[in-house]
């Protein structure tokens, strides 16, 4: 990396720390320490350069970013939540939304190319491989919890956030469930798919094949159903990218590919409801879910649908007490931020996929970089994005970096020399 602007040192570092971050607890401090040094040095950039640009797209996900705050701060003040409590939200705010913005921010307008990242994320599913093996190892013989890590107090978040093991227990089975680096194993399942889709795009070399089989024994061991689904999935976008199609056929794919994104966790909610009536051998977590779910949908609708709550609530024992507004994307932004939050979510997403295609059609971006952006569109329907941003933020780097305009033919072959193993 003898080229490689500190900025790209940065992210790098960053990602490479990846598993021993986890073993201090500190990957839930890192991701949003990282988005707003960036941001600094996006801003110092914009201020010392006459020539600095900034694309629309941030434009518009900062300003995004920006209406959910404001939708965060008009609930705290329709519910008279007090002083505290909004001090806190808006930390929150600026440790999960405000990341989304960040990290494309520093993606499309700071010297970070595409190829060093995904060799870098080669490495950390390499590791991956090596935590699981001395995971497996160690089965018959420890506990997977290890221990917590004392900066939990400073995190402000859950205490899983900070929970250090090496594998947990599937209450559905008893048996081992691997949850990595994630603080549960559908995020790990999550990560996993974007990073299979990530190092697809490394340079040909071992690390490659290696940083792929390890996302892949992730998606395995994770034991995610909806990992499982959306794989076959990236898998199909990848391998179809690698054909010439024309403008016309990509705008069908990407349409064709939200609309599989969005259908997916209910195809997968149905079969896995015939799997459950058959075998008759798991609890009913679906309909858990889908009462948390359809709270959700009730109150925000009824009590305050334009602003939202602007926080958390626990819920009934219906729903063993799990907190509502979380377990989906869109209904938890209907719950704490109302149709304002929804919409601005939306808009994110519509205009990134609107900036990727543009770009795919221009020859600015490879048509693959739609399979990096698939899982993060069907995990909105499962996972709370927010919550989890602080661990995907390399692929929201990575996407930023795909669509920059400067990207030329001659940085991708100096790329593809200076990383390759």
């Not at 939306?346 to 221009?362: D, E, G, Y």
Request: proline letters at 6%; one cysteine or more.
């Amino acid at each position: 990396m003898a080229h490689a602007a500190i900025e790209e040192r940065l992210v790098i570092g960053a990602i490479l720390s990846t598993i021993p971050m986890y073993f201090v607890g500190g990957l839930y401090v890192l991701g949003p320490v990282l988005g707003w040094l960036l941001f600094a040095l996006v801003c110092l950039r914009f201020l010392h350069s006459e020539t600095f640009y900034i694309p629309p797209l941030v434009l518009v996900w900062g300003g995004c970013a920006l209406t959910l705050l404001i939708a965060l701060l008009v609930a705290h003040a329709d519910y008279d939540l007090g002083l505290p409590k909004t001090i806190k939200s808006g930390v929150g705010w600026a440790k999960g939304w405000a990341l989304f913005a960040l990290f494309l921010g520093a993606g499309m307008t700071l010297s970070i190319r595409p190829q060093p990242l995904a060799h870098a994320v080669c490495w950390v599913c390499a590791m991956t491989i090596v935590f699981l093996c001395l995971s497996l190892i160690a089965l018959p013989f420890i506990k997977g919890h290890l221990y917590t890590s004392p900066l939990s107090i400073i995190g402000g978040a859950g205490s899983e956030y900070f929970e250090i093991k090496l594998f947990g227990m599937n209450p559905e089975t008893g048996m081992p469930r691997w949850s990595f680096f994630a603080p549960w194993a559908p995020a790990a399942g999550l990560v996993a798919c974007l990073y299979f889709a990530i190092a697809w795009h490394a340079p040909n070399s071992p690390i490659k094949l290696i940083g792929m089989t390890g996302a892949l024994l992730m998606i395995i061991f994770c034991q995610s159903r909806v990992a499982w689904v959306t794989l076959p999935l990236v898998m199909s976008l990848l391998l179809l990218s690698q054909i010439n199609l024309g403008p016309g056929h990509i705008v069908m794919v990407a349409i064709a590919v939200t609309l599989a994104a969005l259908s997916a966790p209910d195809s997968l909610e149905y079969l896995q409801s015939i799997s459950d009536q058959l075998k008759n051998a798991r609890p009913d977590s679906t309909r858990v879910r889908a009462a948390l779910e359809q709270i959700a949908l009730d109150r925000g609708l009824r009590e305050a649908p334009v602003w939202g709550h602007g926080i958390v609530e626990r819920g009934p024992h219906l729903v063993q007490y799990m907190p509502i507004g979380t377990h989906h994307t869109w209904l938890g932004l209907l719950f704490l931020k109302g149709l304002v939050g929804v919409a601005a979510f939306a808009l994110m997403l519509i205009s990134l996929l609107c900036a990727s295609i543009v770009s795919i059609v221009k020859g600015k971006s490879p048509a693959s970089l739609l399979a990096v952006i698939l899982p993060l569109l069907i995990y909105t329907m499962t996972e709370n994005l927010e919550m989890l941003v602080y661990l995907f933020w390399p692929a929201i780097v990575y996407i930023g970096a795909q669509l920059k305009s400067q990207r030329t033919q001659t940085e991708t072959t100096e790329q593809a020399q200076d990383y390759a193993v």
